[in-house]
Every structure is written in structure tokens, then in C-alpha cells.
């Protein structure tokens, strides 16, 4: 028992200290959508474009091409909004971009990706000049 | 906080599920020893033994342990034998890598240390649980002989694996060689029954609907040839 504690303190430590980490990224006034949002980007994208949202998951190591950096407001406000939608659904394949960009249209909803592209701009900071 | 606000429907959750696999796995004539019962009194906390009812996304961060309601369909005996008595680490990051993961340079890491050991159990227990996890199915997530031996060309199959299909991205396939958010299949060959391995491959939402494995879009002589490397590995170490 004592051990099952421990270990649940150790996860509850490192979860928040993981949340606490990326707090730029989603701090400040959330909408509920936006915090949906990044809680799905925590368990599906995070793993390769990193919890801190800057292309350096986790699972980079075993990348040959590198996740894009979803923090970088110049690179990110080049990418049209549908663009991000058709890679989101279909995989990067399908935009011409590497294929290790998979498709998520079996796993997150056609709305869940709509909002994701809402994310991504809220986490580039892209629509600032607005 | 989300994590403590799911705790307690979570708990009562759980226990339901454990009330109801008791009553379910209790075949009439032999109730003494109803097999699963040493499995739900000491694995269920971790483990689901049952498909859960609510497979929702919360469920996923709030599990402390993979399912196990499909294991008849998923393991070799040999291995779980083996396996309860000295556990390894399966999944680098955990159970939910996430929950590991720290930001840093070049890039995100894994808190190792932090990661579940796993509890040991003695070879007379080991094999009385393999039995009662063999006996858990999916009830036909998993079709018998989906995997052709014949049609398997491991060498191509590496390929799909490491370049093509990025399945190295997630899984390694040798100590140290690839991605750690996912389950490593360095020794898949010894762990995992083939037909498991194409049919999760194939669909992984088939088996939880939330799941951090996307579908990826394979063609049936490419899941076949993935399938050939990847149950191939660790064989020679046995």
C-alpha cells in the first residue's frame, strides 16, 4: 500500500510539474475549448512536438524528420489554416510533408480537429496582429 | 487537478467493476475456486479485466496499469510465466507517458526513475495467473491465423517499421532504438501472440477507442510484412 501511494505522489508530482512547465503555452484566459484542446494535445501531439509545444517530444529520438514547432509564430502563420486541418485529419502525407506526421481522423473527431487548428493558433500566437 | 476530480467516480468505478467481474467470473458448478478470482483480487486495482464500460479519455489518464481484459488474445504463456515472476519495463514512459515526461534540450525526456516497478510474484502463483489471464478474450478483436508466416518478409517489414510507416517513432526495436511514448517490441516476438500483433495494428481503436496509436494507413501485404519483423524480435534470445 505504502508503495502504491508513493508511486501515485511520484505521477501526481510529475504531472503537475509537467503542467506547471508548459503553463505559457496555455496560461493566461482559457476557454473551455482551448483547455479541451490542449488536453488532447497533451495526450496525442505532445508526444512528438513536445509538452512544451516547440517540436521536441519525447519520441523525437526516434524521428528522421523533425515534428514542426508549433510555438514558432513566424513558421506556424504561414500555415493556412486548411492545410493544418487536411495534415491533422489525413496525415502529413497528404499535404506533401512527411508521412511520421500521422493521420488522427480515426481517433479525434472532425470538430476535435476544427478546434485543434483553433489551438494551434492560439499557441503561435499568430492571430496577435488581429 | 483533473486527476484528483476523476479520482473518486473513478474508485466507485473501479470497485463496480470489480463487484461485477466477481459475480460474472463465477462459473455455477466449481464456486470455490472461481477462476480470475486471485486476478480481481489482486490485479484488478491496476488492471481492467472487463471491457470498461465508459472507455473514455479520462479513464485513459486515470488507469494505473495497461488493460488486460484482451490478454487470452494478446500474450504467450511462456512469456507471462516468465514475465510475473521478474518483471521488466514494457513502456519507458509508463503506463501514461505523459505523466513522466519533463521539457528539456535537445529534447523532452523520460523521468525514469519515476516509472511503476512492477509487483514479482513466485512460479507457482506466475503460472496459475497465466492461465487465468489466457482464459481472458476479446471476443473477436483478434481473428485466428488474420497473420500469414508465409507471406512474411521480415527484411521489407524492417523497413516499413523504421522508415516507412514510422512505427519507430513510438516503439523501439531494440533497447534504445526509438520512440518511448509506446509499448518497446524488442521482444514482441517472445511477448505477443501474431495475430495480436496485425489485428492492433490494424485498428488500435478497436481495442481502446482513445488510444495514442493512431491508425496508420497500411495495405495488407505491408501489415503482414510488419507483422513477420516485429514478431521476429527477441526470438533469437529464447
Known amino acids: 500500500m505504502m508503495l502504491r501511494y508513493g508511486i501515485a505522489a511520484l505521477a501526481l508530482a510529475a504531472m ?68 493544418m486541418i487536411k495534415a491533422i485529419t489525413d496525415g502529413g502525407a497528404s499535404v506533401n510533408k ?26 503561435c500566437k499568430c492571430n496577435q496582429g488581429k | 487537478m483533473r486527476g484528483l476530480a476523476v479520482k473518486g467516480p473513478l474508485l466507485l468505478a473501479a470497485s463496480t467493476a470489480v463487484a461485477v467481474m466477481a459475480l460474472a467470473v463465477r462459473p455455477a458448478s466449481v464456486g470455490a475456486q472461481a477462476p480470475g478470482s486471485e486476478l480481481t483480487s489482486q ?94 478474450k476479446s471476443d473477436g478483436l483478434v481473428p485466428e491465423g488474420a497473420f500469414k508466416p508465409e507471406a512474411a518478409n521480415a527484411a521489407m517489414g524492417k523497413l516499413g517499421f523504421s522508415k516507412l510507416r514510422g512505427c519507430v517513432a513510438c516503439h523501439q526495436d531494440a533497447p534504445g532504438t526509438g520512440g518511448v511514448s509506446g509499448p518497446e517490441l524488442y521482444d514482441a516476438g517472445q511477448r505477443l501472440r501474431p495475430d495480436y500483433v496485425i489485428a492492433y495494428t ?20 505491408d501489415l503482414q510484412r510488419i507483422t513477420g519483423y516485429v514478431t521476429s524480435l527477441g526470438k533469437e534470445s529464447k
Open chain 1, 16 to 83: 503537475t510539474g509537467a503542467i506547471a512547465f508548459h503553463q505559457p503555452a496555455t496560461a493566461g484566459t482559457e476557454s473551455p475549448k482551448i483547455a479541451a484542446s490542449a488536453h488532447v494535445y497533451d495526450t496525442y501531439c505532445a508526444q512528438c512536438h513536445g509538452v512544451q509545444r516547440n517540436g521536441k517530444g519525447v519520441n523525437t529520438i526516434g524521428l528522421s524528420v523533425q515534428p514542426r514547432d508549433h510555438s514558432d509564430t513566424v513558421g506556424m502563420s504561414s500555415l493556412p489554416r486548411e492545410q
Open chain 2, 43 to 136: 490485479c484488478a486495482s491496476c488492471h481492467a479485466l472487463t471491457k470498461p464500460a465508459d472507455a473514455t479519455l479520462d479513464r485513459l489518464w486515470s488507469r494505473k496499469g495497461p488493460d488486460l481484459w484482451y490478454a487470452g488474445d494478446k500474450f504467450n504463456r511462456d512469456w507471462l510465466v516468465a514475465w510475473l515472476q521478474k518483471p521488466t519495463v514494457i513502456r519507458p514512459g509508463g503506463v501514461l507517458w505523459f505523466k513522466h515526461a519533463k521539457p528539456g534540450e535537445p529534447r523532452d525526456t523520460i523521468d525514469s526513475a519515476a516509472v511503476e516497478k512492477h509487483p514479482a510474484v513466485d512460479a507457482a502463483t506466475a503460472g496459475r495467473l497465466a492461465d487465468q489471464l489466457l482464459s481472458l
Open chain 1, 98 to 123: 512527411s508521412a511520421l506526421m500521422p493521420a488522427w481522423s480515426a481517433v479525434l473527431s472532425k470538430e476535435q480537429i476544427e478546434d485543434m487548428a483553433d489551438y494551434l493558433t492560439y499557441v
Open chain 2, 202 to 221: 490494424r485498428n488500435p481503436q478497436q481495442f481502446d477507442p482513445h488510444i495514442w496509436m493512431p491508425t496508420l494507413t497500411l495495405s495488407d501485404p
